[in-house]
């Protein structure tokens, strides 16, 4: 089975007019799917553009945390408005990248806590009216946005670069959402994410690049690239003691499983 890259910013200007190729290349080393999700609402044509243009990638559409403090009540409508258009679209499969980030300095301050949490909200609620799952930035805010998803509950999602603890990933997945995990468990230092990745249940686990950040030990401090995908399963594989194969076929159908519109592709033979 074709690997599932759950999260990749292929429009991201670090792969500046290779995002194509790169798409191209990925598939040829076995990622069968790339999950591109958009970050504000200037990005949501670029990201349904090249989905379509690409043989292997999907897109999702939301207003990401780290934009919040530029963007405006009208984005929110822009997006429920794309949302409908997009329902029609195969190749629209999520609501995403929505989330909270308590990292930044500014970010943190009470005022933009609070608007995170109010996009945050409206993004859930848009996500419920269309049934579809979440893409959700969890950066220092596990506990928060784990609440906001209980009180306004989508369908299921995905919590990107999980790095919570266990009772915060049973949480997750009381939910019907799945654990991404991607370039930073492949670094041995990451004792407490190579744990989880290690010892939660196998199906609740997906794998992501997060391209062109979040890279892998081996390519740190470089571009990430969805083409990494193989190999960061693979290390995947070897922490649990499992073939890569089995690895490549559960967390493909995981993903399958919590982003139920993603469209059914194959590799090249």
């Known amino acids: 089975m074709p690997w599932i890259d759950t999260h990749c910013h292929l429009d991201a200007r670090e792969f500046g007019s290779e995002s194509l190729q790169v798409a191209v290349r990925a598939q040829q080393q076995g990622v069968g799917m790339i999950v591109i999700p958009a970050v504000e609402r200037a990005n949501f044509s670029i990201v349904r553009e090249l989905a379509a243009a690409a043989p292997n990638a999907c897109y999702a559409l939301g207003i990401h945390p780290i934009y919040v403090p530029h963007a405006t009540e009208d984005d929110l409508i822009a997006l429920r408005e794309a949302v409908q258009a997009a329902m029609?679209?195969?190749?629209?499969?999520?609501?995403?990248?929505?989330?909270?980030?308590?990292f930044i300095p500014m970010l943190c301050e009470p005022a933009m806590r609070a608007r995170q949490e109010h996009?945050?909200?409206?993004?859930?609620?848009i996500a419920r009216d269309f049934d579809l799952p979440v893409l959700t930035h969890v950066r220092r805010s596990q506990d928060i946005v784990l609440k906001h998803a209980r009180q306004i509950r989508p369908n299921g999602g995905i919590a990107h670069a999980f790095n919570g603890s266990f009772q915060q990933a049973q949480g997750y997945i009381d939910l019907g959402f799945k654990l991404g995990f991607g370039g930073a468990m492949t670094f041995t230092r990451a004792l407490q994410i190579r744990r989880m990745a290690t010892d939660l249940p196998l199906e609740a686990i997906v794998l992501e690049t997060?391209?062109?950040?979040?890279?892998?030990?081996?390519?740190?401090?470089?571009?990430?690239?969805?083409?990494?995908?193989?190999?960061?399963?693979?290390?995947?594989?070897?922490?649990?003691?499992?073939?890569?194969?089995?690895?490549?076929?559960?967390?493909?159908?995981?993903?399958?499983?919590?982003?139920?519109?993603?469209?059914?592709?194959?590799?090249?033979?």
């Open 210 to 269: 997060d391209a062109p950040d979040i890279s892998p030990s081996w390519v740190h401090p470089g571009r990430n690239s969805p083409e990494e995908l193989p190999r960061i399963g693979a290390v995947l594989a070897q922490l649990r003691g499992l073939d890569i194969a089995q690895v490549a076929a559960a967390t493909s159908a995981n993903a399958r499983a919590v982003l139920p519109r993603l469209p059914l592709m194959e590799t090249p033979s």
């Open 88 to 102: 029609a679209d195969p190749r629209f499969v999520a609501i995403g990248e929505i989330g909270l980030d308590f």
């Open 119 to 125: 996009f945050l909200r409206e993004q859930l609620r």
